[in-house]
């Protein structure tokens, strides 16, 4: 089976512009979620999504939003770009159907905000 | 809240030493823990899991739940070892993995 795949694998942006991540999960994995990478604070949980809906949402502002589409396909956007949003954003997507579990890891995206 | 601590950011260990990556967890429940390793210019794995009770490319890890700690252990640490390493939590219900803010493990020839 193909890994996690993530578009685009590394982003240059402003501040103040806005950025759509794409993730396609493992087939047959419902089951999407995102995190920030950065060298400080190590992994932090953005969302999950299931079955086309938000389950769980960390603990980000609200220009960090997301959807996922039928195919379990998920995007996530970031408006209003800050210096500090500058890190790697990885997507997992998981069998399991309710929440946590198993994570399966794609490459992420690496974005830098300058 | 589930909340993981791995209290040490950064860990040197020369090559044939052993290795132990602490884990702490705060968690009333049952958890469900893992740990991932992260080497470089790779993508995120999992390693291995409390529930299987394997042992993966010579780490164990023992879940201790008297003192709430799920430390990775190695008897005789290699250079392809070094790599970045995150103790993680899985609750009940719909409740997302918890990650700790992960340790550097630097394996010095």
């Known amino acids: 089976k193909a890994g996690v795949t993530q578009t685009p694998r590394y982003l240059i942006k402003t501040r103040g512009q806005q950025v759509t991540l794409s993730c396609s999960p493992i087939?047959?994995?419902?089951?999407v979620s995102w995190y920030q990478q950065t060298p400080g604070q190590g992994l932090q949980f953005l969302f999950e999504y299931f079955s086309e809906t938000q389950r769980n949402k960390g603990n980000f502002p609200g220009r960090f939003s997301g959807r996922q589409f039928s195919n379990s396909r998920s995007e996530m956007n970031v408006s209003t770009l800050e210096l500090g949003d500058s890190a790697l954003y990885l997507c997992a997507s998981s069998l399991r159907t309710s929440g946590g579990g198993e994570q399966f890891f794609g490459p992420g995206t690496r974005l830098t905000v300058l | 809240a589930q909340r993981v601590t791995q209290p040490e950011k950064l860990l040197s260990v020369f090559k044939g030493a052993p290795v132990e990556l602490k884990c702490n967890y705060s968690?009333?429940?049952?958890?469900?823990l893992f740990w991932y390793v992260q080497y470089s210019r790779q993508r995120l794995q999992l390693l291995l899991r409390?529930?299987s009770r394997e042992s993966i490319k010579g780490f164990t890890a023992d879940l201790n739940k008297g003192e709430t700690s799920f430390h990775l252990k190695k008897p005789f640490a290699q250079e392809e070892d070094s790599a970045m390493y995150y103790c993680?939590?899985?609750?009940?219900?719909?409740?997302?993995?918890?990650f700790g803010k992960g340790t550097r493990l630097s394996v010095i020839a």
């Open positions: 087939s047959g994995h419902r089951s």
């Open positions: 993680a939590l899985s609750g009940p219900g719909n409740t997302p993995l918890v």
């Open positions: 968690y009333s429940g049952s958890p469900e």
């Open positions: 409390h529930i």
